[in-house]
């Protein structure tokens, strides 16, 4: 087997048993707990609604509808609010961080204009994207539960407030007899940003609307999807716009699910008072029928009307592959509602049963190669004195790769064995570890890489690397003596802590002897003993 070139320079309950209608195998659902108590800054928030949540550089915001607070009863609301969070990790609840005054009131991140009535109208916010490190989110203006108009805003740097965007002089895009759009906004693989929106009137049609990244703003680039019996059709007029189907929710989420290798729609009914999942090979379908997979508990007479309401997945924490994956769902049965975490587990054969991935397949090895290239080229020129135009070339590689894994890991969450199969998975974890000039990007998928290794989707050795590479970023001492450095023309392994028990934690991974690692690294780089 050809060696690998490294080159571095200078909880709580059980709930339901589902069937899933194609692939037909169990799911199970757990509740791992509520989203406002694991509040981090200690905000005064009592209940919260819509829970949307935007991966945004190194972590994810969180957008809620109206929201109340108080030290112990309802001592105000504003109809929106926000938090930021750096979990990367979900099974055992999420951290957040919610943005609130000195007072520990919460603060909204979408504003009234001077013009506007506050007191009339409610602005509450939609789902959202992120585009070339600013965050995008659609919004409606509302009064007495019913949606005047709806439109875009973006974030400040800080992701704190949003400015609404003007489009022809109005900061209404859309009107009260068109779509309510955002209510699930989607990155494509082929480079759309698709957003579904729904008519605010019977039958509720879900709509869906498409988009290129750099034209988010310019509301003429729209296109509205229309299937026919003579097929597809995309117009740039909303009123030519036709429903996907009918009967849909105020609020869903859609995403490219990566262990059952199709689309997901995930949204609860209020009727039903349940959770219910949709697949498709397409963003705009055709969908499945909707399979429950989760019975809300009921009460009579809840506050809110329904016992549970606002469900949607959150898929940047998915894990294993997609095997598990995480949505929250408002309790109704509290006033103002209450957002809570559950995880979903796909039993080992929903996937579709020999596949992978091929496209992400095919990219993380085109990627993995253009990084051995390059290290290739630097040895071959001789390691003891790099060539600068080599090291140059190198960087930019890693630079490229390790951007593209960042979007790869928001989208799949760790590209394991089942998604890529074992030389993707390879590829995968090699473009990470060389990401050097990101260490906070190595740091946050550390976790996520340890939890593949747990489930089987990733090698001990691979765990064993990354975790050397960022201890060592740090400044703290190795665990598994991975990383070293060439001094001359010997290899020095960094410093390492507890080395008596070394070879025993490596071997705990599948770690070979630690001399017969340096004596492969001494072949690897043609060096001599010292």
């Known amino acids: 087997m050809k060696p690998v070139i490294h080159v571095r320079l200078a909880a ?7 069937l899933l209608a194609r692939p037909a195998t169990a799911i199970e659902v757990r509740a791992v707990g509520s989203l406002i108590d694991r509040s981090g800054n200690g905000a005064h928030i009592l209940a919260q609604d819509a829970a949307y949540s935007i991966p945004a550089g190194s972590g994810s915001l969180w957008v809620y509808g109206d929201t109340f607070f108080g030290s112990k009863t309802i001592q105000g609301a504003v109809s929106n609010s926000s938090a930021w969070s750096d979990d990367v990790v979900a099974s055992d609840g999420i951290t957040l961080i919610a943005q609130t005054d000195s007072d520990g009131k919460p603060v909204p991140p979408l504003k009234f204009h001077p013009e506007e009535d506050r007191k009339a109208l409610r602005l509450w916010p939609g789902h959202g994207v992120s585009i070339a490190g600013q965050t995008y989110l659609f919004y409606s203006v509302v009064k007495n539960s019913v949606h005047l108009e709806q439109g875009l805003a973006v974030s400040s740097a ?12 109005r900061y209404g895009i859309w009107g009260a ?3 309510r759009m955002g209510t699930a906004v989607l990155g494509g693989a082929d480079g759309y940003i698709y957003v579904y929106g729904r ?15 750099s034209a988010i703003t310019n509301f003429a680039r729209y296109e509205y999807l229309c299937v026919k019996s003579n097929g597809a059709h995309w117009a740039r007029d909303v009123k030519k716009a036709c429903a996907i189907f009918d009967d849909a929710p105020p609020e869903v989420s859609v995403s490219l699910h990566a262990f059952v290798g ?15 999942v949709r697949l498709a090979d397409h963003p705009w379908g055709p969908w499945s029928d909707p399979v429950s997979i989760y019975k809300c508990p009921r009460i009579e007479d809840p506050p809110q009307g329904t016992s549970c309401y606002a469900a949607k997945e959150h898929p940047q924490y ?48 085109v990627m993995s190669k253009a990084d051995q290239d390059a290290r290739q080229a630097l040895i071959a020129a001789g390691i003891k004195r790099p060539n600068e135009k080599l090291v140059a070339q190198m960087m930019k590689v890693d630079t490229a790769n390790a951007a593209r894994m960042r979007d790869i890991v928001r989208t799949y969450g760790w590209p394991g064995r089942s998604l890529v199969g074992e030389d993707g998975a390879t590829a995968a974890f090699l473009l990470v570890q060389h990401a050097d000039r990101d260490p906070a990007f190595q740091k946050r998928t550390l ?9 089987g989707e990733a090698s001990g050795e691979h765990l064993a690397l990354l975790t050397d590479r960022v201890l060592v970023a740090e400044g703290k001492p190795q665990l598994y003596g991975s990383q070293a450095e060439i001094v001359g023309r010997t290899i020095s392994v960094k410093r390492v802590e507890d080395e008596e028990n070394l070879d025993k934690r490596r071997a705990e991974l599948g770690l ?5 690692y340096i004596n492969q690294m001494k072949k690897v780089y043609g060096l001599s003993d010292p």
């Open 177 to 179: 007899a068109e779509p």
């Open 199 to 213: 008519f605010e009137s019977p039958p509720y049609g879900l709509i869906l609307a498409r988009v290129r990244p």
């Open 12 to 18: 709580t309950s059980l709930c339901v048993i589902g």
């Open 318 to 365: 998915a894990k294993a592959s997609g095997r598990a994956i995480y949505f929250s769902m408002v309790d109704g049965r509290v006033f103002g509602g209450s957002p809570d975490l559950f995880e979903v587990q796909w039993a080992s054969g929903e996937r579709r049963a020999g596949t992978i991935d091929s496209r992400l397949h095919d990219e993380l090895l």
């Open 512 to 516: 070979p002897l630690m001399a017969d």
């Open 447 to 455: 976790p996520l890489l340890h939890k593949a290794y747990e489930d």
């Open 262 to 276: 199709q689309y997901l729609m995930l949204y609860s009914r209020f009727l039903e008072e349940d959770v219910v």
């Open 158 to 169: 800080s992701m704190s407030s949003f400015t609404r965007i003007q489009y022809q002089g």
